[in-house]
């Protein structure tokens, strides 16, 4: 089996160690890939490429139209090629290859949102309060961007940061997941192809204790943008004080989905199923925390339980399996660990809580779907992002209750609101302390609205205009076109 290689300063180079990684089907344990292992001493060859590209190169000086138009590239072979690519995510991930092709139909979209975007944003003239001078605020690139993503959707978090950071004129290095890299070598093959210069994006592969730390830690990083989970953003933000690196970080959530008794109910249990189950619930957005209004709580759980039961597990390349397993051994006993915790605390499984016992799935990470009743806030399994397929579910009395239950969290990512009252659902938006919230729906995302968080799940936005800007700097220009001396000494 072939080595995939990391790509520096335009080079596919297989690590300094020589060591390399078995990447693997969570469905059944195959080794689907052999790919390089690098370390600290890769990160510092991939970063002072990044550096010598930014500094003496002509990147981050090229035309915001002509980076768009590469961007948009880009885009294109992502296009092309968004077969391939969803079957080696599926490969990677174990989620069904109908959530990664419209995954990758995401990805495309997000570049070429940046690629129009690039050079809308020419400055502005601002007004001087001094005679014959002229007062501009410009942007400009941050410069060397360490680029980290997580294993759960590792082309789609790839994409919301290569995008913006191209059409914004930086350097960049990317490390992904050391468990799911097989998209992210795949576009960094599709930019090669596209025309990106030499050491403008770097692609290192390897763990976040040894590439990871190199790259918060450099002192030729301008800018750490870390999508995972928060201790690690602790960490990181630690390490980025060494010069004080510009941070994007998003850490995740506990997502709650209110469920008021006056919303469309067969709608609302479709949904929230669907705000959890996609990719076995290993999404930061996930609405696992369903709080329902008193009245409805006994009939909206056995409505739901009886959908989550009809679930059908399986491989992500079978047409009728609805959710694949989860990500790696390790990861699956967390979740195992979570529910008996919550079980532990008084919560109960009203459906799912084990393995399932289909010897077909014996060999693969499942999980079954999981819901757990009688659950209160004090509750770890309610606290703690569990990031797999488990609904935990409250119950309120009044709005006034709902929205303290909702925002008794840590974490401030994302949250629902279930109701046909227009005027009742805006209250609750408006106190919602969350980066996003949705009214009456559910996982909606799209390159034009940011995503982040309050509290502690991040700092900083991705997508929209935001996302773009997050990877700017701003300079104000004054020039005096009729200098006269002052004669003060």
């Given at each position: 089996?072939?080595?995939?290689?990391?790509?520096?300063?335009?080079?596919?180079?297989?690590?300094?160690?020589?060591?390399?990684?078995?990447?693997?089907?969570?469905?059944?344990?195959?080794?689907?890939?052999?790919?390089?292992?690098?370390?600290?001493?890769d990160a510092k060859l991939a970063i002072d490429a990044a550096r010598n590209a930014f500094d003496q190169?002509?990147?981050a000086t090229t035309s915001a139209t002509e980076r768009g138009n590469l961007v948009g590239v880009i885009a294109a072979l992502i296009e092309r090629d968004k077969e391939e690519l969803a079957e080696l995510e599926s490969l990677d991930t174990g989620k069904t290859v109908e959530e990664s092709r419209g995954d990758m139909e995401d990805i495309a979209g997000v570049f070429r949102y940046y690629a129009e975007l690039a050079d809308k944003d020419g400055g502005e003239i601002i007004d001087s309060p001094?005679?014959?001078?002229?007062?501009?605020?410009?942007?400009?690139?941050?410069?060397?961007?360490?680029?980290i993503t997580p294993w759960n959707y590792p082309l789609l978090q790839a994409s919301w940061k290569l995008a913006p950071a191209l059409a914004a004129g930086n350097t960049l290095i990317m490390k992904p997941s050391e468990i799911t890299p097989l998209t992210t070598i795949k576009v960094f093959e599709l930019m090669e192809e596209a025309g990106l210069p030499k050491g403008v994006a770097n692609l290192v592969l390897g763990t976040g204790a040894t590439v990871g730390e190199?790259?918060?830690?450099?002192?030729?990083?301008?800018?750490?943008?870390?999508?995972?989970?928060?201790?690690?953003?602790?960490?990181?933000?630690r390490s980025a004080s060494s010069n004080v690196k510009k941070l994007a970080l998003e850490l995740g959530g506990k997502n709650p989905n209110i469920i008021f008794a006056d919303a469309d109910f067969d709608t609302a249990v479709d949904q929230a199923m669907n705000a959890v189950f996609f990719h076995a619930g290993q999404i930061c957005s996930a609405g696992t925390r369903?709080?329902?209004?008193?009245?409805?709580?006994?009939?909206?759980?056995?409505?739901?339980?009886?959908?989550?039961?009809?679930?059908?597990?399986?491989?992500?390349?079978e047409e009728d399996t609805?959710?694949?397993?989860?990500?790696?051994?390790?990861h699956l006993d967390k979740v195992k660990a979570y529910v008996e915790d919550g079980v532990k605390e008084g919560a109960k499984v009203a459906v799912g809580g084990s393995r399932p016992t289909d010897p077909k799935l014996q060999n693969g990470f499942f999980y079954l779907p999981t819901v757990l009743t009688e659950c209160t806030t004090d509750m770890s399994v309610v606290q703690h992002e569990g990031f797999g397929p488990v609904i935990t579910v409250e119950r309120f009395r009044d709005e006034k209750e709902a929205i303290r239950l909702a925002n008794d969290s840590i974490y401030g990512l994302?949250?629902?609101?279930?109701?046909?009252?227009?005027?009742?659902?805006?209250?609750c938006v408006a106190k919602m302390r969350m980066g996003t919230v949705w009214i009456n729906d559910a996982n909606v995302y799209f390159p034009h609205a940011p995503w982040g968080g309050f509290k502690q799940s991040g700092i900083g936005r991705e997508l929209g205009k935001p996302g773009l800007e997050e990877y700017q700097e701003t300079k104000h220009v004054y020039h005096n076109i009729n200098p006269e001396p002052i004669n003060w000494f």
């Open positions: 089996m072939d080595v995939k290689k990391q790509y520096i300063n335009g080079k596919w180079v297989l690590a300094l160690s020589g060591e390399t990684r078995e990447i693997i089907n969570p469905f059944d344990q195959e080794v689907v890939a052999l790919v390089a292992e690098g370390n600290e001493k190169g002509d990147w001094v005679p014959d001078t002229i007062s501009k605020v410009v942007k400009e690139p941050v410069g060397v961007c360490g680029q190199e790259l918060s830690t450099n002192e030729n990083v301008d800018l750490i943008s870390f999508t995972g989970g928060i201790e690690t953003g602790k960490r990181i933000m369903v709080i329902v209004e008193e009245s409805i709580h006994d009939a909206f759980v056995e409505a739901l339980v009886a959908c989550v039961k009809k679930i059908h597990l399986g491989s992500g390349f609805q959710m694949g397993p989860l990500i790696s051994q390790e994302a949250g629902g609101v279930w109701t046909k009252d227009i005027t009742k659902a805006e209250r």
